[in-house]
C-alpha cells in the first residue's frame, strides 16, 4: 500500500490552462504539505494543512489554491499555468514532530509537471 | 535568517567514506534532518538530530552541533546505489526547510 500517493505523476499542459494535483495518504498523520522542486532541485514549501485547516501559506501566487475535503487529502489546484510553474510538486504528511525517533516527513513521488 | 548551507556536488568512489556538511543559520530550530533523493524519486528519511551528538545506523551516520549551527551526514562503505541527492533540512516553526541539497557520485 503506498502511503502518500499523488496523481497524476506526469502532467503537461500549456499556458493559461486550469490544473489540478491530487494527494492522499492512509498513514493516519493530522498534517499534509505540498512543496514544489525547481529544475535546480531546491524543495520549498508550499502549503500545509492540519486537520483540514490551513497552517502555512508561503509567499505563493493565488493561482494556487489547497483544499482539504479531509485530513487524508490535500489536492493542490493551480489557474493560469504559466511557464515558471513547471516544477515537480511533491505532496508530504506528517504527525507532530517529536524528539529524537519521528521519522519526519513521508513524501509521495511527486508530480513532474510542464507548462508549454 | 534561515540560510541552509551544504556542497553542490561531491565525489567518491565504492567502499570509501564520505562526510557531507550542512550549515544553517536559523532562529526557532527544532531539529536537523538528512533526507535521501534518488534521481526522479521522492525524499526518504536518513535521520534526525534534535541534541548534540552522533546517531548512527548502520552505514549512515549523522552528527549535530546546535551552539556551531552544523551538521554532518556520514556515509562509510560506499556503495554504487549511493548516488543520490542528500538534503540537510531544518526542523524551524512547524515545517521543514530544506537546503539545495548535495548530489553525490560515487564511482567504482
Known sequence: DTAVSQTPKYLVTQMGNDKSIKCEQNLGHDTMYWYKQDSKKFLKIMFSYNNKELIINETVPNRFSPKSPDKAHLNLHINSLELGDSAVYF??????????GNYGYTFGSGTRLTVV | GQNIDQPTEMTAT???IVQINCTYQTSGFNGLFWYQQHAGEAPTFLSYNVLDGLEEKGRFSSFLSRSKGYSYLLLKELQMKDSASYLCADYNTDKLIFGTGTRLQVFP
Open chain 2, 14 to 16: 565504492e567502499g570509501a
Open chain 1, 91 to 100: 505532496c508530504a504528511s506528517s504527525q507532530e514532530i517529536e524528539v529524537q
